[in-house]
């Protein structure tokens, strides 16, 4: 209890700007979503990038997720000189490869999911996909592999130094920071994403992310950096200042 209190302290500090940014994507999500549902124009649209979806497929997911959650959100930190000037070229690899394949993983994912519960958009089956993204996929997996890899950014790249890889605690503290620090967002967010036809649900989950990471990004201070979720991950590199 008491690890899950100190992070629920450090992700109240941030509470305010995530509320803000997700009912921000609540409401971009949630316009997509009945937009496709009552427009003609709009169903044609999103219809024609299911299709470019299924025709490409893990490859589609690869290049969108890679723009949208990782060069977007780069391009906005290094317009607002967030990016340390000697790790530029590091920080433009690492964002767009980084989100490329959690794209393929998130996507690989969704067809699990899919493959288990079905693709209606019935409440329960919603249901099901939700609880089983958000407190098994993201406990077990997203959040512990994206603490490791923002650790290893904010280490400069070296492995040796990344904090996580060394102390079970310090990951463990992490990954409640950014579950607890995420889910008042993320759980509304991926309900609506569940609620889409199944080749919609990865351009979605890449609208709501890119605007996720940006609304985080550009509310914050400059020298601070928004995660995966958006969510500013500490310093992990030993003896060294946060940026």
Avoid: H
Avoid at 153 to 159: I, S, T
């Amino acid at each position: 209890m008491g690890r899950i209190a100190k992070a629920w302290s450090r992700s109240a500090n941030s509470l305010r700007q995530n509320l803000f940014a997700g009912i921000f994507i609540w409401i971009v999500a949630t316009l997509v979503f009945f937009s496709y549902q009552s427009s003609e124009i709009c169903q044609d649209y999103l219809d024609e990038l299911a299709r470019i979806k299924l025709q490409y497929g893990y490859l589609y997911s690869a290049c969108a997720t890679g723009l949208f959650g990782g060069l977007i959100p780069f391009l906005a930190l290094f317009l607002r000189r967030s990016v340390p000037p000697r790790r530029t070229f590091q920080w433009f690899l690492f964002f767009p490869l980084f989100w490329a394949f959690k794209g393929v993983e998130v996507d690989a994912f969704y067809r699990l999911q899919s493959f288990f519960f079905g693709a209606s958009p019935e409440f329960k089956v919603v249901l099901y996909k939700v609880l089983v993204d958000q407190f098994v996929y993201c406990v077990i997996w997203s959040a512990p592999l994206t603490a490791i890899f923002y650790g290893w950014k904010d280490a400069d790249f070296k492995w040796n130094d990344v904090v996580v890889l060394q102390n079970f605690g310090v990951m463990l503290d992490e990954i409640l920071f950014l579950l607890l620090s995420t889910w008042i967002i993320w759980i509304p967010a991926v309900t609506i994403v569940y609620s889409m036809p199944n080749n919609l649900q990865i351009p979605l989950f890449n609208l709501t992310l890119c605007f996720f990471v940006l609304v985080i990004t550009l509310s914050e201070k400059a020298g601070r950096i928004g995660g995966i979720d958006g969510t500013r991950t500490r310093d992990l590199r030993r003896d060294r200042p946060a940026l």
